[in-house]
T-cell receptor, first 114, second 115 residues
Framework: KQEVTQIPAALSVPEGENLVLNCSFT??????LQWFRQDPGKGLTSLLL?????REQTSGRLNASLDKSSGRSTLYIAASQPGDSATYLC?????????????FGKGTTLSVSS | DGGITQSPKYLFRKEGQNVTLSCEQN?????MYWYRQDPGQGLRLIYY???????QKGDIAEGYSVSREKKESFPLTVTSAQKNPTAFYLC??????????????FGPGTRLTVT
């Protein structure tokens, strides 16, 4: 059964630092991987969706990479800002399944201090 | 504006009462999902529906029920059989097509407290 792990569980950095969040999954037969942001008490906001045929996706200061063979994805945040403070979640569909519900990691809670 | 709405934002109920959480979307998405989030845990799937009048159980469906009578709406009922109903409930939707996988979009959530 597909499992998703995110390390570290929490991360604190000073403003301006570049940082990397990690996500690993146990079964590499995925159709895509999605990164989300969640602010306290709020719903999830989709940040990036990487299809299985892609190696990376970029949106502004965010860059997500996908290495299916090793079962890993990273979310790179450049020049971090206090407004980036939130919990970041990665999620994948079950192995060999498309268009279905996602399996989530427990998230990395990021705190950026000014 | 297109999006997903969930109501109410906060819900308080006494133990033993059934309660229904609303989820509506105007994104013209075929698929809709209900997840539950507990502190320190990832999101867990309760039910999902890929087409009107059809739905499938997720990992933690016991004590919950759903209906999908309209494409836009996917209400979740938390029954008295659910042993630990206090949680944050999130509804999501996406396009769906055989062999393809699309981005999921989430609503703002409903926080249910049962005492």
């Amino acid at each position: 059964k597909q499992e998703v792990t995110q390390i570290p569980a929490a991360l604190s950095v000073p403003e301006g630092e570049n940082l990397v969040l990690n996500c690993s999954f146990t079964d590499s037969a995925i159709y895509n991987l999605q990164w989300f942001r969640q602010d306290p008490g709020k719903g999830l906001t989709s940040l990036l969706l990487i299809q299985s045929s892609q190696r990376e996706q970029t949106s502004g200061r965010l860059n997500a990479s996908l290495d299916k063979s090793s079962g890993r994805s990273t979310l790179y945040i450049a020049a971090s800002q206090p407004g980036d403070s939130a919990t970041y979640l990665c999620a994948v569909p079950p192995a060999n399944q498309a268009g279905t519900a996602l399996i989530f990691g427990k998230g990395t809670t990021l705190s950026v201090s000014s | 504006d297109g999006g997903i709405t969930q109501s109410p934002k906060y819900l308080f109920r006494k133990e033993g009462q059934n309660v229904t959480l609303s989820c509506e979307q105007n994104l013209n998405h075929d698929a809709m999902y209900w997840y539950r989030q507990d502190p320190g845990q990832g999101l867990r799937l309760i039910y999902y529906s890929q087409i009107v009048n059809d739905f499938q159980k997720g990992d933690i469906a016991e004590g919950y029920s759903v209906s999908r009578e309209k494409k836009e709406s996917f209400p979740l009922t938390v029954t008295s059989a659910q042993k630990n109903p206090t949680a944050f409930y999130l509804c999501a939707s996406s396009l769906t097509d055989r062999g393809l996988s699309y981005e999921q979009y989430f609503g703002p959530g409903t926080r249910l407290t049962v005492t």
